[in-house]
């Protein structure tokens, strides 16, 4: 292992202990290096390496600190393994989504609140209205299709969970526009899904819900075959 590599495990081993929590100040570069036996050098591209990683954060003038550790952001690195598997075959990103967001609104069945399912009653108003209309305005829907999930998600009470369902949805934006504007009744079945997944959640029916997320994430696998090359596609517009 590198002395770089020193520094990181060490840093992260003064957070498991409970020596360094979120929010904390990192000691000061001399006392630091020295505590863990490296050089500054070293101490500043593991510092550099932790801050790619979501662990640390450098405030200009104010010193380096613990991030709130938030689940989501560790687990953003992982998007490049779901990028770099997923060339070869989508469905294998697709699969695993299925069976992540199924889960979750098992889950949050029980667990949503009143208020979160006026939110994305909310959100499906504004969809029937844009499925109502033509042309229809596709880069909107897929933003309420995107918070629409995400509502679901955090209402799993599970960070790692949110972090992998976010990690896997947002590389999946590209073949839902793709379907969004190519695939005849596509936003009409997507919005008609979306009601029978809300109306499960509001009976608070947890097998109910995870059987029509699965469903409804089964559509859009099976619009796979009829996506075309990175070429032909359109953009991301919100993959964020």
């Not at 098992?106 to 959100?123: F, H, K, N, V």
């Not at 509502?151 to 369902?165: E, K, Q, R, Y």
């Not at 969004?180 to 809300?198: C, F, K, Q, Y």
Request: glycine share 8%; charged share 30%; aromatic share 2%.
């Amino acid at each position: 292992m590198s002395r770089t590599d020193d520094v990181v495990d060490s840093i992260k081993r003064m957070i498991l202990d409970g020596v360094l929590r979120p929010g904390d100040r990192l000691p000061v570069e001399k006392d630091l290096a020295e505590s863990l036996g490296v050089s500054r050098g070293a101490l500043r591209e593991g510092v550099s390496a932790l801050s790619i990683l979501g662990i640390v954060s450098t405030r200009q003038g104010d010193g380096t600190y613990i991030t709130k550790l938030d689940a989501t952001q560790l687990l953003a690195p992982m998007g490049f393994a779901v990028d770099l598997h997923g060339q070869g075959d989508p469905r294998h990103v697709y699969t695993v989504r299925r069976l992540l967001e199924a889960e979750a609104a098992r889950l949050a069945a029980t667990r949503i609140t009143d208020e979160a399912l006026c939110q994305a009653r909310d959100l499906l108003g504004e969809s029937a209205r844009i499925v109502g209309q033509a042309p229809h305005d596709h880069e909107r829907l897929i933003e309420i299709d995107i918070a629409f999930h995400r509502i679901i998600a955090a209402h799993t009470d599970n960070p790692v969970m949110i972090g992998l369902i976010e990690a896997f949805a947002r590389r999946t934006v590209r073949g839902r526009l793709w379907r969004s504007l190519h695939e005849e009744g596509a936003d009409r079945r997507t919005h008609d899904e979306h009601v029978a997944i809300w109306a499960a959640l509001a009976a608070r029916d947890s097998e109910r819900a995870r059987i029509r997320m699965a469903n409804h994430l089964i559509g859009v696998e099976e619009s796979l075959h009829r996506l075309p090359d990175d070429g032909d596609a359109p953009s991301d517009p919100v993959a964020d």
